[in-house]
C-alpha cells in the first residue's frame, strides 16, 4: 500500500520540482501553512527534475510520505560563472620537514566524561586515559575548540566544555604525557559542520572587515595562549568539514570571494 502513497515534498530556497515532462506538481499546504509540493508513488518510485534558479545559497529538500520516515538533503548553490582554478607548482611552498608517523585520537569529550565521575582501567588498575593511549603507541591527540561554547546557545552553555581554558587544562596533561597537540578550530559557539556554519554570537552584526580581523587574532591569540604556558600546538585544523565555506553567510561558498579573505586570515593568524 505504501508504495503507492502520495508523497509530501518541501522546498526552501530558489527552486522547483518538476516531472520527467516537465509538469508542474501539485502544490498543497499543510496544517502548519507550510506550502510543498504533491506526487503519486508507482511502485515506490517516482521520477523528477530538481531545477534551481539564479539565487545562490542554500537549498533545502525534504520529502515525507505517512507511515514512512522523513528524507532531507540540502544543496548549496554557487554562481554559474565561477571559474574552477587550482594552484600552479610556483604557488606551492615545497615541503620540506619530515613527518612522523601519526596515530591519534580526538578526546575533547574526556573532560566531560571525568566530571561526571567516570574512571579508565587497564588490566583492572585505574589509569589516566591519556597515559593509556600513550602507552599504546598514539602520538598525537586532537581537541576542538569554539569560540565561547559557554553562550545560552553554546556547546556548553554556562559550563563552557571546548573553550580555551579547558582546551590549555587538556594541552597540558596531553604535553605532560609526551603527546602531541592538532588543534581544530570551529571558529563557532557551536558545532560547525557541512550543514551549519555560524558565527560565534560575539561576531554577529560586524562588517566584514572586523569580522575578518577577529578571525585573525582570534586565531593568533589562542595559539599564543598555549605558546605561552610551553604547549604549543604541533598541527592547526583552521576551521572544521568546511566544505560549504565558513562563517556564514559572509563566507559561504556562495561568496566566493570573501571565503577566500577569510582563509587567508585564519593561516595569518598563525
Not at 517516482?46 to 534558479?53: A, E, N, Q, R, Y
Not at 533545502?60 to 560563472?81: M, N, R, T
Request: charge should be negative; glycine fraction near 8%; proline fraction near 5%.
Amino acid at each position: 500500500k505504501r508504495a503507492e502513497n502520495p508523497i509530501q515534498i518541501y522546498i526552501e530556497g530558489d527552486a522547483l520540482m518538476v516531472t520527467r515532462e516537465g509538469e508542474a506538481l501539485v502544490s498543497k499546504t499543510d496544517t502548519s501553512g507550510m506550502e510543498y509540493l504533491e506526487h503519486q508513488l508507482k511502485d515506490g518510485l517516482c521520477h523528477l527534475v530538481f531545477k534551481t534558479g539564479a539565487q545562490t545559497g542554500k537549498i533545502k529538500v525534504e520529502v515525507k510520505s505517512d507511515g514512512l520516515w522523513s528524507a532531507s538533503h540540502e544543496i548549496h548553490i554557487i554562481p554559474a560563472d565561477v571559474e574552477q582554478l587550482k594552484p600552479g607548482p610556483d604557488q606551492l611552498d615545497p615541503v620540506t620537514k619530515s613527518i612522523d608517523r601519526m596515530i591519534g585520537a580526538d578526546i575533547s569529550f574526556l573532560p566531560q566524561i571525568e566530571v561526571r565521575g567516570q574512571k579508565f582501567y587497564e588490566n583492572g588498575i585505574e589509569k589516566d586515559a591519556i597515559e593509556i593511549l600513550r602507552d599504546h603507541g598514539f602520538n598525537y591527540i586532537r581537541l576542538r575548540i569554539f569560540v565561547n561554547p559557554e553562550h545560552e546557545k553554546g556547546y556548553s552553555p554556562e559550563r563552557g566544555f571546548c573553550g580555551l581554558e579547558p582546551t590549555l587544562q587538556m594541552a597540558r596533561r596531553i604535553n605532560d604525557a609526551g603527546m602531541k597537540l592538532l588543534l581544530n578550530f570551529h571558529y563557532s559557539d557551536y558545532w560547525a559542520d557541512p550543514q551549519q556554519q555560524n558565527k560565534p554570537a560575539v561576531w554577529e552584526g560586524l562588517d566584514f572587515e572586523t569580522l575578518t580581523d577577529s578571525l585573525r587574532e582570534y586565531t593568533r591569540n589562542v595559539l599564543n595562549a598555549l605558546e605561552e604556558q610551553g604547549t604549543p600546538a604541533a598541527m592547526v585544523q583552521v576551521g572544521n568539514e568546511i566544505n560549504h565555506g565558513l562563517l556564514w553567510p559572509d563566507g559561504h561558498i556562495s561568496q566566493l570571494e570573501q571565503l577566500s579573505e577569510l582563509l587567508m586570515a585564519r593561516v595569518n593568524g598563525i
